[in-house]
């Protein structure tokens, strides 16, 4: 009963989350006596800004996920990786997932559904591709827009970073998948 009144509680509280989180914003800039609108308008107008500075830069990303998918090549690698990956406890179906992944969420998104059609969001599979989906970042997208953006050149480590990252994630996931 407890539960039921909770996560019932949770779903009025997730739909209420952001027209209170404006509300607030709103009415934070009427007390501070700011032209709220006008704010507005200036904020769309850099986003808009910003979207068309890093379109190219997207264009190019699902240029090369499209080329990966369309060619076999992600099949090959796949295929080749998954035998010894499978040795170290990795599903083999799962590694298109993990290569996508660090280039685009929405390509990865794809992938993560067919493997539900396929093996059930409830299987194992279906589990580590969820906890995968949380638990990792598309790391090429995100480091080639933000750098992109801010004008930074020289990325020291965070390519290095960022890869230990998602492989600890992807660890995690099947780890965390296992345990449920």
């Known amino acids: 009963m407890l539960r039921v009144f909770l996560l019932k509680f949770l779903m009025y509280l997730s739909t209420g989350m952001i027209p209170l989180l404006i509300f607030c914003i709103v ?5 501070a006596k700011k032209n709220v609108y006008e704010s ?26 499209g080329i990966l998918r369309a060619s076999g090549f ?16 990795f599903p083999a179906e799962l590694v298109p997932l993990s ?6 969420s929405s390509a990865a998104t794809g992938l993560a559904l067919d ?3 396929e093996y059930g969001p409830d299987s194992r599979l279906g589990l580590i591709a969820s906890i995968m989906m949380c ?29 230990l990252a998602t492989f600890a994630g992807i660890a995690a996931s099947v780890v965390l998948a296992g345990m449920m």
């Open 27 to 31: 009415g934070y800039g009427l007390l």
């Open 40 to 65: 507005f308008i200036k904020g769309a107008a850099d986003g808009l800004r910003t979207v068309v500075q890093i379109l190219p830069t997207l264009i190019g990303l699902m240029t090369a996920v």
């Open 74 to 89: 992600l099949e090959m690698l796949s295929q080749k990786l998954g035998t010894a990956l499978t040795q170290a406890g």
């Open 99 to 104: 290569i996508i992944r660090m280039f685009s």
């Open 115 to 117: 493997i539900f059609k």
């Open 135 to 163: 638990c990792t970042e598309t790391v090429f997208y995100t480091m080639s827009v933000y750098f992109m953006r801010a004008g930074v050149k020289k990325t020291r480590y965070t390519l290095a970073g960022a890869l």
